[in-house]
């Protein structure tokens, strides 16, 4: 049965800081804090949890047609639109996928830390913690929490 949902992102990204140095809590004015709500369609097919939906990336001319999916502790996004991408997030591993936008393609690796899954009768809660490297260079920590509240 589809569903219509409120799905509301928000991720900090937080600089890697050289050897040695502390790392930068998730709330230091140093971090990238970015943040969208849009309405979606939320559908379960056995384990699997799914959400479709659009959204529109800051500076992109169109919007992106997104689909999350969760089973268990692995959540995969998707994105296309002007710009394709396939994350997967699942603690202790790494996943490189090619990330196009209309610049040019560059490789992505996510190398996830922490996955967090919570469900309400209200609302889905997933948390992820991940580190991001761009043609295999490391250039961010990050964190993204992502609602998906019934509506």
Not at 16 to 30: F, H, V
Not at 47 to 55: R, V
């Amino acid at each position: 049965m589809h569903q219509n949902v409120q799905i509301v992102l928000q991720s900090v990204q937080r600089p890697i800081l050289t050897e040695g140095r502390e790392a930068l809590s998730w709330d230091s004015p140093q971090c990238q804090q970015l943040g969208t709500e849009t309405i979606g369609e939320y559908y379960r097919k056995g384990d699997s949890h799914y959400c479709l939906y659009e959204e529109q990336p800051e500076g992109w001319e169109q919007p992106a047609r997104t689909m999350l999916k969760w089973r268990g502790h692995t959540i995969e996004l998707q994105r296309k639109g002007s710009m394709i991408t396939r994350m997967v997030f699942e603690p202790g591993n790494s996943y490189c996928s090619p990330y196009r936008t209309p610049y040019g393609e560059l490789l992505m690796e996510t190398e996830t830390r922490m996955v967090r899954v919570r469900e309400t009768p209200r609302e889905i809660l997933l948390v992820v913690e991940y580190g991001l490297k761009l043609d295999r260079q490391p250039i961010s920590e990050n964190r993204m929490e992502i609602r998906v509240r019934y509506l």
